[in-house]
């Protein structure tokens, strides 16, 4: 199966800056990253998504970039504002796979 | 509104007295999920079903039953609770397998 470490587990930031959180997983299969994020007392909303065949992608201020070669893909906030303070997840999947496979977790706190 | 809604919110129980907790989605999907998130260890899948009446295990799911009778509804069943199911229960729901999850508010269950 897929094992996804997610690194780091705590970040902060000043308010303005950017922020990267990154994954790292081991089956080459994948081909599906998603990124989740959790609001307090509230459940994971995908925030943005890359499939195997694109090395990046933007939306607003949010990217996701994508190593195949070297398996870890990136999550990078730019201009972080106070309401980017969350728990992300990554996650994985592959083909024929039955379900996403979550990273542990990063909390992000901006510093207003 | 296209939503997953979880109930309870919150429960604490005793060991042993079995409980349900309710999941109802309103979007047609086809596959739902069990998740159990715990400090450190990210979202843990527990059951997952593809469609009506077709359950299976995820990640975790000793001490877990689940029923999807109707395609909307994927109730998780704990029939003996223990201290080391104290824990935050999220259920999704996805068009397909695998792919873009829509989360539920999650229940906090604590059993004593």
């Known amino acids: 199966g897929e094992n996804v470490e997610q690194h780091p587990s705590t970040l902060s930031v000043q308010e303005g800056d950017s922020a990267v959180i990154k994954c790292t997983y081991s089956?080459?299969?994948?081909?599906?990253f998603p990124w989740y994020k959790q609001e307090l007392g509230k459940g994971p909303q995908l925030i943005i998504d890359?499939?195997?065949?694109?090395g990046e992608k933007k939306d607003q201020r949010i990217a996701v970039t994508l190593n195949k070669t070297a398996k870890h893909f990136s999550l990078h906030i730019t201009e972080t504002q106070p309401e980017d303070s969350a728990v992300y997840f990554c996650?994985?999947?592959?083909?024929?796979?039955?379900?996403?496979?979550f990273g542990t977790g990063t909390r992000l706190t901006v510093i207003p | 509104e296209a939503q997953v809604t979880q109930n309870p919110r919150y429960l604490i129980t005793v060991t042993g007295k079995k409980l349900t907790v309710t999941c109802s989605q309103n979007?047609?999907?086809?596959?739902m999920s069990w998740y159990r998130q715990d400090p450190g260890l990210g979202l843990r899948q527990i059951y997952y079903?593809?469609?009506?009446?077709?359950?299976d295990k995820g990640d975790v799911p000793e001490g877990y039953k689940v029923s999807r009778k109707e395609k909307r509804n994927f109730p998780l069943i704990l029939e003996s609770p223990s201290p080391n199911q104290t824990s935050l229960y999220f259920c999704?729901?996805?068009?397909?397998?695998?792919?873009?999850?829509?989360f539920g508010p999650g229940t906090r269950l604590t059993v004593t």
């Open positions: 999704a729901s996805s068009f397909g397998r695998a792919r873009e999850q829509y």
């Open positions: 089956d080459s299969a994948s081909n599906y």
């Open positions: 890359i499939r195997s065949n694109v």
């Open positions: 996650a994985a999947s592959y083909p024929g796979a039955n379900n996403l496979f």
């Open positions: 979007m047609n999907h086809e596959y």
């Open positions: 079903s593809m469609n009506v009446e077709v359950t």
